[in-house]
């Protein structure tokens, strides 16, 4: 089974969608330790949408169904240099 992640990058000023930025996803369990076995960051693909961004996680990972996970995201578009922090929690479909 794989896991999605997709969110939508925004200029904090202007709400303004971000597009064409480097973003980067690096997932941790509540220890604070990266979830294997996927080698972190891993780079989240643009979507079709203005300022989407998303990444495929691989079917291996070490997540448990009803666990909280903390994914911080980092994107860089030119000299801007963005770091948010969000919780997961993983279910099954």
Partial sequence: MTANITLTLRDS???QPVSGATVE???YDMAGDEVGPDPWPITMQEGAEPGEYMA?????????AGH??????IATDGGTRRESEMMLIARRG
Avoid: P, S
């Avoid at 495929?56 to 448990?64: K, M, R, S, V, Y």
């Avoid at 909280?68 to 995201?73: K, L």
């Fill in 13 to 15: 000023i202007t709400n």
């Fill in 25 to 27: 996803a690096t997932l």
């Fill in 56 to 64: 495929t996680l691989d079917a291996g990972l070490e997540i448990n």
């Fill in 68 to 73: 909280t996970y903390r994914a911080v995201i």
